[in-house]
T-cell receptor, first 112, second 114 residues
Framework: GENVEQHPSTLSVQEGDSAVIKCTYSDSASNYFPWYKQELGKRPQLIID?????GEKKDQRIAVTLNKTAKHFSLHITETQPEDSAVYFCAADPGSGDKLTFGTGTRLAVRP | DAGVIQSPRHEVTEMGQEVTLRCKPI?????LFWYRQTMMRGLELLIYFNNNVPIDDSGMPEDRFSAKMPNASFSTLKIQPSEPRDSAVYFC????????????FGDGTRLSIL
């Protein structure tokens, strides 16, 4: 089955700096890669996703890049703000099924 | 639009009791997923349904766990008998089109088994 690895597990940045979270996946048939943000005590919420037919997607301060050859994708947050502090999860579809496999999460702390 | 609705939000019960968690997916969505989240194991998929039919229950930890979806607007996750190690946050999510479409999560049920 699909295996998704996520790094780093924790990340601390100064407000205004950029943050990058990386994920690798194992199933070359995967073609959907969402990112979820989970604030403390809240539900995971989709913040951006990318499909295998594109290499990069942006939405204001967040962007996701995908390298299908290397089987890795990354989340980039620019000009970080304290409200970006949360746990971020990457995920990938297994290619052969209807479910998502999630990474283990990255706890991002933005220092004011 | 109403999102995914879960109940109860919090449940505290004693070991050995039966626990029933409930979920109402977004109207029109054809996939429903049950997840368990713990610090140690992260977000784990327990079971998912497509058009009310269970497709993959390989994540259900033991026979003590069961899930049903009697119609398109309601699903239950039952634990009987409950054990302290079942303490976790249980999320329900729904999507239109399965794993290659956005999943929308409910607010979760925080379950504590004493």
């Amino acid at each position: 089955g699909e295996n998704v690895e996520q790094h780093p597990s924790t990340l601390s940045v100064q407000e205004g700096d950029s943050a990058v979270i990386k994920c690798t996946y194992s199933d070359s048939a995967s073609n959907y890669f969402p990112w979820y943000k989970q604030e403390l005590g809240k539900r995971p919420q989709l913040i951006i996703d990318i499909r295998s037919n594109v290499g990069e997607k942006k939405d204001q301060r967040i962007a996701v890049t995908l390298n299908k050859t290397a089987k890795h994708f990354s989340l980039h947050i620019t000009e970080t703000q304290p409200e970006d502090s949360a746990v971020y999860f990457c995920a990938a579809d297994p290619g052969s099924g209807d479910k998502l496999t999630f990474g283990t999460g990255t706890r991002l702390a933005v220092r004011p | 639009d109403a999102g995914v609705i879960q109940s109860p939000r919090h449940e505290v019960t004693e070991m050995g009791q039966e626990v029933t968690l409930r979920c109402k997916p977004i109207s029109g969505h054809d996939y429903l997923f049950w997840y368990r989240q713990t610090m140690m194991r992260g977000l784990e998929l327990l079971i998912y349904f497509n058009n009310n039919v269970p497709i993959d229950d390989s994540g259900m930890p033991e026979d003590r766990f069961s899930a049903k979806m009697p119609n398109a607007s309601f699903s239950t996750l039952k634990i009987q008998p409950s054990e302290p190690r079942d303490s976790a946050v249980y999320f329900c999510a729904s999507s239109l089109g399965g794993g290659r479409q956005p999943q929308h999560f409910g607010d979760g049920t925080r379950l504590s088994i004493l």
